[in-house]
């Protein structure tokens, strides 16, 4: 599940200064420089492959414990 790059941007004030940061839209967190974003996504995308793998092992060894 890929999440498209956005252009939600938010303002994050800091004593005297005023500085724009992107949302994630997947997990809400704000990205500040906005530039960063897509790496963040990329952190995303690298832990759904993790995951994915990790669940494929499980299905094989449950599908071998089922065959004996």
Known sequence: MDTP???VFVDIRLENET?????CQRCGTKI???RLLKSHLKYHRA???????ELRKLQLVMGRMRRK
């Open 5 to 7: 790059v956005t252009n």
């Open 47 to 53: 832990k759904d492959l993790f995951l994915e793998e």
């Open 32 to 34: 500040y420089p906005p």
């Open 19 to 23: 500085l724009r940061a992107a949302i």
